[in-house]
């Protein structure tokens, strides 16, 4: 609510929540609330299955190719969380990182996961 201040003039706002503007031509927009996109069964597992792996990948020898499938996982991760899903040519970087890494990622329970979901995310 607005009050006149001690000399009689200006503006006192006592509490705000939400969203608000003050002056000419000003707008608000308010996001509180806003869903994030759903994902599907299967988009799930492969979120779940990608974070596993890359905490996994954490305690492996650092190379180039635990590297490139690090970022990989987490590009995929991203764009699960962002849009819902990930698409065909993520799918495909992921898969590709996936082989390229195979020495390690075969040792992995995490990575069998992975490759999984991408096969099944993949062909169906």
Do not use: C, Y
Request: charged share 20%; hydrophobic share 45%.
């Amino acid at each position: 609510m607005a009050t006149a201040d001690e000399r009689g003039n200006g503006i006192h706002i006592g509490s705000v929540q939400g969203a608000f503007a003050i002056g000419d031509h000003n707008t608000v927009t308010h996001n509180e609330g806003v869903a994030a996109p759903a994902v599907d069964p299967a988009q799930e597992e492969l979120l779940r299955a990608v974070r596993e792996l890359r905490d996994d990948l954490g305690r492996a020898v650092p190379g180039p190719q635990i590297a490139a499938l690090t970022a990989e996982l987490t590009d995929t991760e991203a764009e699960i969380t962002d849009s819902g899903a990930a698409g065909p040519g993520r799918l495909a970087r992921l898969r590709t990182a996936l082989a390229d890494a195979g020495a390690v990622v075969g040792l992995l329970s995490s990575g069998a996961a992975v490759a999984q979901a991408v096969a099944a995310l993949v062909s169906g």
